[in-house]
């Protein structure tokens, strides 16, 4: 298993630390609420469909899917995720996807935390590119992409399966505005 300290977070309320197999129960817990689950492509029939993503983010390829847990200072329990689920080292990207439980929308922690892995991004993996997706409902995922920077790139008409009918997709970008000091 890869081993990478997370990006520092400055958000009075929470912080990130690497996500467990631990996190599992409560990250399943709001993922699969109807208003959570609506504005997102998730497809769980049962919590041991997204017990197999840690084996990916567990892989020691540094392409595979890297996530962090976003958690309360006050208690460490878990209310979110963040990360990239895809990597390309050849081409220095790497999509971005979070998640946030309802009981803390709304305090501006999906901004900080991707402002801080995206600045992260380019600073420690050294990535050109960063990208996200976005359901074309999912109107607070565009909130936050735009309050991030991001720019709208396009709609992406029937771009994935989402619980069995074909949807679109906002694709948005923020480009490193210093490529050439990225790591190589």
């Known amino acids: 298993m890869r081993h990478i300290n997370p990006p520092d977070l400055s958000h009075e309320l929470v912080f990130l630390r690497p996500l467990s197999r631990d996190d599992a129960d409560a ?8 208003h959570v689950l609506e504005h997102t492509s998730w497809q769980l029939r049962s919590i ?3 017990l197999q993503k840690f084996d990916a983010m567990e892989s020691t390829n540094p392409a595979s ?3 962090f847990a976003i958690v309360l200072r006050n208690t460490g329990a878990l209310v979110g995720t963040i990360g990239f689920h895809s ?3 050849m081409n220095r990207t790497a999509e971005i996807a979070y998640d946030l439980a ?6 501006g922690i999906a901004p900080s935390a991707c402002m801080a892995m995206v600045d992260w991004a380019f600073a ?3 990535v050109v590119r960063v990208q996200a997706t976005a359901l074309d409902s999912n109107v607070r995922t565009v909130r936050v992409l735009e ?3 991001f720019q709208r790139e396009g709609l992406l008409h029937n771009f994935r399966m989402v ?3 074909s949807r679109n997709f906002w694709i948005y970008a923020r480009i490193n505005p210093n490529p050439t000091s990225a790591k190589s």
């Open 65 to 67: 899917e890297l996530r």
């Open 87 to 89: 990597l390309s080292l």
């Open 124 to 126: 420690r993996l050294g």
């Open 102 to 107: 309802p009981d803390v929308w709304g305090r």
């Open 147 to 149: 309050k991030c920077a």
């Open 163 to 165: 619980r069995g009918e």
């Open 27 to 34: 990250w399943y817990a709001y993922l699969t609420m109807p």
């Open 48 to 50: 041991d469909d997204l």
